[in-house]
């Protein structure tokens, strides 16, 4: 089992900037990829970033340029830098571990509202 903790959501204005952070523990050898997904009211969930355990980083249209993913395998946290945020970039963002057999693991999520 792997758990994931995240921290750093807030309410910001636009243009402002947030740092998403997604601790993992537990069975963390069996993770490969990470990322972030966020869910809006009404919405479904959606991919924002995702990080390999190499390194290979995966990246929605709507946040290239704005966010950026990383990830610190010897602390097993993956970040998510968040700038230049706009209102519909509100949302509960969640962690998410995907293990070497492709089941996924997912944080409580973290609130991000973003003021206009």
């Known amino acids: 089992q792997v758990q994931l903790v995240e921290s750093g959501g807030d309410l910001v204005q636009a243009g402002g900037s947030l740092r998403l952070s997604c601790a993992a523990s537990?069975?963390?050898?069996?993770?490969?990829?990470m990322g972030w997904y966020r869910q809006a009211p009404g919405k479904q969930r959606e991919l924002v970033a995702t990080i390999t355990r190499g390194g290979s980083t995966n990246y929605a249209e709507p946040v290239k340029g704005r966010f950026t993913i990383s990830r610190d395998n010897a602390k097993n946290t993956v970040y998510l830098q968040m700038n230049s945020l706009k209102p519909e970039d509100t949302a509960v963002y969640f962690c998410n571990a995907r293990n070497f057999m492709r089941y996924d693991y997912w944080g409580q999520g973290t609130q991000v509202t973003v003021t206009s």
């Open positions: 537990g069975s963390v050898f069996l993770i490969n990829a």
